[in-house]
Structures are given as C-alpha cells and as structure tokens.
C-alpha cells in the first residue's frame, strides 16, 4: 500500500506562483502514471494534469495549460506541480494521486484514478 503526502500549498496572490509536492512511501510509483486533481468548494473533484511512469508524457487540464508543468522524479519517489500565473479561480484543494492500471491519457479523459489518493493541500489565490 502507497501513502501519497502533498505539500506546498498555501495562500498566494494572483500572479504568483507555488509549488506542490507529493512524496509517495510504502510502496514505489517508479513504474506508475501519476496526476494531479482539484476540488474547489462546492465542486466536484476535476482532472489538472497527469504524467507518465518516465516523465515523457504529460497532459492537462486546458483551464492550465501553458501556466503548470507536471513533473517527477522517481529515485526520490516524488511528483511535483509548479503553477504558475496563479488566477483566484486555480483556488482549490489539489490532490495527487497514483495509478498502476492507466496511463496519463485515460487519466485525463476519465478524471478518474483506479490507485492512491493523498490527503489534499489548500491552494488560496487572493485577487
């Protein structure tokens, strides 16, 4: 069993930037598609971005396109979201999650996770 810990969220102004960390242990994601998701209150949880188990396939939301950037590192069992150009709309609680069946495409076109969630970090972006 995988435990997924986020970190790095926080209260940001619009403009800004931030970035989230999810360290995966119990169990190695080396070998697994990893993605990011976003609930913002009174919503449903939605797809942000997902990357393959080497990093050479990425996909994203088209609401982040081009302002985050997904990225790994599989010796440190850890995934990361650089977000950039942050809009008070990005304000959301992001989770990661972990899965070992589909692909970072699926990932995206499903929103759905058929692995490991973490817990969720609380990214605020005042206007």
């Known amino acids: 069993q995988v435990q997924l810990v986020e970190s790095g969220g926080g209260l940001v102004q619009a403009g800004g930037s931030l970035r989230l960390s999810c360290a995966a242990s119990?169990?190695?994601?080396?070998?697994?598609?990893m993605g990011w998701f976003r609930q913002a209150p009174g919503k449903e949880r939605v797809f942000v971005a997902a990357?393959?188990?080497?990093?050479?396939?990425?996909f994203y939301a088209d609401s982040v396109k081009g302002r985050f950037t997904i990225s790994r590192d599989n010796a440190e069992n850890t995934m990361y979201l650089q977000m950039n150009s942050l809009k008070p709309e990005d304000t959301a609680v992001y989770y990661c999650?972990?899965?070992?069946?589909?692909?970072?495409?699926?990932?995206?076109?499903?929103?759905?996770?058929?692995?490991?969630w973490g817990q969720g970090t609380q990214v605020t972006v005042s206007s």
């Open positions: 999650a972990a899965d070992w069946i589909r692909g970072p495409r699926e990932m995206a076109n499903t929103g759905t996770v058929t692995g490991s």
């Open positions: 119990g169990r190695t994601v080396s070998f697994s598609t």
């Open positions: 990357i393959n188990w080497n990093g050479g396939s990425t």
